[in-house]
């Protein structure tokens, strides 16, 4: 199981820029702000999901029942930061980082004697495809405003007299070159 520890600290978008999008006025309304900022977010994620891979660096953690001498992470993994696992007696531990080494920034391999009664394996690491959020490739930047301005324009997916479904097949291929493949 994936969790992010800590989210990039910049967004890809702006808020300025989301407003413009939206054909927000720049008044400033704290609630509607937040709004947008959330839409940014939940953009950037679903996006994230998509292409397998985190777009902009953040920490995260994996968690695994046991340890073992290779653990899938995640895409694009800039660096490992700690491993931590429960010993028999439920203490916390923490494996050297000297035993692990990075394979195609995707997997975690461990080397040398690993404890076999290690439990509650926690890896923390950080990961992102780019280095900043000007680096975020245009069309992946298009491919966020316009789920963003759906979300704006159609606040339900199901009324009572309609069910709306949102054409992919122009948002698919703006994305489809920066999908990252199952290792």
């Known amino acids: 199981m994936r969790a992010v520890i800590t989210p990039p600290v910049e967004e890809a978008i702006s808020l300025e820029r989301a407003k413009r999008h939206l054909l927000i006025d720049d008044e400033a ?4 702000d937040q709004d947008i900022r959330d839409g940014i977010v939940a953009a950037r994620e ?3 999901g998509r292409l397998r891979r985190p777009l902009l660096p953040q920490v995260c953690e994996v968690r695994a ?3 073992e001498r ?5 895409n694009d993994v800039i660096e490992v930061m700690s491993i931590m696992y429960a010993d028999a ?3 916390d531990q923490v494996l050297p980082i000297e035993q692990c ?4 920034g995707v997997w975690l391999r461990l080397a040398g004697d690993l404890p076999r009664d290690a439990t509650s394996v ?14 975020v490739p245009r069309s992946l930047v298009q491919w966020m405003l ?3 301005g759906t979300g704006d324009r159609i606040r339900q997916l199901v009324t009572r007299t309609e069910t709306f479904d949102v054409p992919t097949s122009y948002t698919d291929r703006l994305i489809h070159r920066y999908e990252a493949a199952e290792i």
């Open 46 to 48: 679903d996006l994230e």
């Open 65 to 67: 029942i046991a340890l």
């Open 89 to 91: 007696d439920g203490n």
């Open 122 to 135: 926690r890896v923390r690491f950080r990961c992102g495809a780019f280095a900043q959020p000007a680096d």
């Open 29 to 32: 309304d704290e609630d509607i």
């Open 146 to 148: 316009l789920h963003l």
């Open 70 to 74: 290779r653990l899938r992470l995640w």
């Open 101 to 104: 080494r990075l394979e195609l």
